[in-house]
């Protein structure tokens, strides 16, 4: 048994996802379904080129098939086209809400309940180096108890 105490992460950059899966505004929702359901991601950040522009979430997909599903039978085509033709752009949350690696576990898990967000992007020095989820602030609960 070690005698080194293990230490507590404190900060975003201690625990936040860094392999992250990103998107384009060109991207359809089609390729959306599909990197959530390969990467079991719920949160994926969209860029136009190095900046960041926006986020699609689960919740942002439920809206667009919604809004989909409102429509009227008339305006409805071929089950896969919708989602083929329909972009990220349309669907995304634009100028998302971001933290940096330096912000406490404590400030950002207090924006994410306040905001009934299920991640944040997290930026340092204007690039996107990862996002933290209630996942990963889980985790940290996890190893506490």
Known sequence: MSDTPKTTPKTVGDVMTRKVIVLSVEDNLQKVLEAMDKFHIRHVPVM?????????????????????????????TKEDSFYERTFVINAMTKD??????????KEAAKILLENRFGGLPVV??????????????????????
């Not at 900046?51 to 699609?56: A, D, F, N, S």
């Not at 998302?96 to 576990?105: C, G, K, N, R, S």
């Not at 690039?127 to 989820?133: A, M, N, Q, S, Y």
């Open 48 to 76: 136009d080129g190095e900046k960041l522009v926006g986020i699609v979430s689960q919740r942002d997909m439920l809206a667009m098939m919604t809004t989909r599903l409102n429509r009227s039978d008339a305006e409805v």
């Open 96 to 105: 998302p809400m971001a933290v940096a690696p330096e912000t406490t576990l």
């Open 124 to 145: 340092s020095e204007g690039k996107l180096v990862g996002v933290i989820t209630e996942t990963d602030l889980l985790r940290v609960l996890e190893s506490i108890l």
